[in-house]
């Protein structure tokens, strides 16, 4: 399997230093009442704000500690950088910009004491898709309207290859799992959904649409990952069925559903490992996020436990409406040390419209030493992507049949 090219751009030691003569005064909001924080803005990339630390002007540069990252591919990165054309003047390259500020941001009334103090701006080069690690910039420097303050961080520029895998059709409809590298589109794994693994005969005598049907199809489901061959190398299975909590329609934090992501046993045969177990609820609120949380497993004396204390993902998938009926699905897995794996996909909740889009893997190279580790994040994304349709409100219909893909069985 290649990767494709990607870079990962790290922002650190991040700090805030301001001459006493600059200092706000009390008719605003002192920093170190309301702390300084800035918003990193990168074209094509969604707006991170951060708190920003405020330092005596004799204090020494803050610790190399990583405060956000971004990640382009080799495309995105190509569009993003202007050439020249036909010996036109050549336009000014996107910039990655940091943007000073005093006070505290509003909320949703805006209600803010916020007061812009500078930016600071560094210009993306092509340079930066070069192999080797480039420090774009590290230490201080001024910002605002005569020096109004300093600034202090580190811009680092490193290679970050990742795997790029693509369902070709739903997960409940199992498609087979493409790896895509440019242009070329190379099946890799197929997958295979089953539900209601003890009664097969009545999966097409069920009606998905009903409210009461729909507790009882909501369980039991289990996803496998086969390589070329034939073999299964990865699988998740459904192990606590998502069912509304009383009074409710919807699956609660309380009362999640919940998958192991399994790997094959030593053994042969029928034997499984755990190798961690992902649990899914519905958020309360307008916004319909899904939380969702991933720990690992340890093994102790020859038994397998979830380790409680190793948390890989604790995140709310993100559901941002792009249309009436439509809501775009983004997950990912973040750890200390960097990037591990992201899932994206659109979802419809209308019955008429469907889904809209295939699932989409990204997988960062470090993390695969053998065909069967990258399968594993294949069934752990289609686990995410099945968590999403099983956590609708009961009240609602499901967006679609998920009995149509046992038809065959």
């Given at each position: 399997?290649?990767p ?46 951060l ?45 990655l ?50 020096k ?79 390589d ?55 958020e309360?609120?307008?916004k ?33 409406k ?88």
């Amino acid at each position: 399997m290649d990767p494709c090219t990607f870079i990962k751009v790290s922002i650190s030691s991040l700090a805030l230093r301001v001459p006493a003569a600059s200092k706000p005064t009390t008719s605003r909001v002192h920093s170190a009442c309301s702390p300084c924080f800035c918003d990193i803005k990168l074209p094509n990339n969604p707006v991170k704000t951060l708190p920003l630390p405020l330092l005596s002007l004799d204090s020494p540069a803050p610790n190399q500690i990583i405060a956000s990252t971004f990640y382009l591919d080799e495309s995105s990165f190509q569009k993003q950088i202007t050439t020249s054309v036909l010996g036109r003047k050549k336009a000014s390259n996107p910039c990655l910009e940091v943007v000073v500020y005093t006070g505290s941001r509003g909320g949703t009334c805006r209600f803010g004491t916020e007061k812009q103090l500078g930016k600071f701006r560094i210009e993306v080069d092509a340079k930066w898709m070069d192999s080797s690690p480039i420090e774009v910039h590290n230490g201080w420097v001024p910002i605002g309207k005569r020096k109004a303050g300093e600034l202090h961080l580190n811009v680092r520029v490193e290679s970050d290859p990742r795997f790029v895998f693509q369902f070709n059709g739903q997960p409940e409809v199992s498609p087979q799992i493409l790896q895509l590298q440019g242009k070329v589109h190379q099946p890799i794994f197929s997958c295979k959904f089953t539900r209601d693994r003890g009664s097969r005969a009545r999966l097409n005598q069920l009606d998905p649409w009903t409210h009461e049907k729909d507790k009882k199809d909501r369980k039991g489901w289990l996803i496998l990952i086969h390589d070329l061959s034939g073999s299964p190398v990865a699988a998740a299975s459904m192990v606590t069925p998502f069912v509304p909590s009383a009074g409710t329609d919807r699956v609660s934090r309380s009362n999640p559903g919940a998958w192991l992501i399994l790997k094959p046993g030593t053994q042969g045969g029928d034997s499984w490992l755990p190798l961690g177990r992902l649990e899914a609820w519905r958020e309360r609120g307008s916004k319909g996020e899904i939380g969702c949380n991933f720990k690992v497993t340890e093994e102790r004396s020859g038994f397998y436990r979830i380790a409680n204390k190793i948390l890989l993902s604790k995140t709310a998938i993100s559901c941002q409406k792009t249309s009436k009926d439509i809501v775009k699905i983004n997950m990912e897995l973040p750890v200390q040390g960097g990037f591990i794996m992201s899932a994206t996909t659109i979802h419809s909740e209308h019955k008429k419209t469907g889904k809209c889009s295939k699932l989409q893997v990204q997988l960062a190279k470090r993390h695969v030493t053998c065909v069967e580790d990258a399968a594993v994040f294949m069934a752990l994304a289609a686990a995410v992507d099945l968590s999403v349709d099983a956590c609708q409100p009961f009240s609602r219909r499901f967006t679609k049949d998920l009995g149509l893909s046992c038809a065959s069985l």
